[in-house]
């Protein structure tokens, strides 16, 4: 019960001074800004997430052809109904280890 009550404590708290002037500017999302860099491509939920989120960047090694969502099987950083866009970068370990990235685009959207 204790619990319950301190929960709903919490809740009902107005919002603070920085919360208010953080409204309409994004900075209220948990990735503004940020770059993630990982080794394999995000699935379809985890790119969700990161559109919620407002991701800047993503990079990734290894694509996932079957449950990807950044280019591997859907474009979900690209899609037309969302209202966050950012970028992807498909990442290739060379020689020398020098790391070559290449955009990762939804070829389907472009007119050429």
Do not use: W
């Amino acid at each position: 019960e204790e619990e319950e009550e301190e929960q709903e404590e919490e809740t009902n708290e107005p919002p603070t001074k920085k919360q208010k002037q953080c409204v309409g500017t994004g900075e209220l999302y948990l990735c503004t800004g940020y770059d993630l860099y990982t080794t394999f491509e995000p699935c379809i939920m985890c790119s969700m997430a990161l559109v919620h989120s407002r991701i800047r960047r993503v990079f990734y090694l290894q694509k996932n052809k079957i449950f990807g969502g950044l280019g591997g099987n859907l474009y979900l950083h690209n899609e037309k109904s969302l209202n966050h866009k950012f970028e992807v970068f498909q990442c290739q370990i060379g020689e020398k280890s020098e790391l070559i990235s290449k955009s990762v685009l939804d070829l389907s959207t472009k007119s050429y």
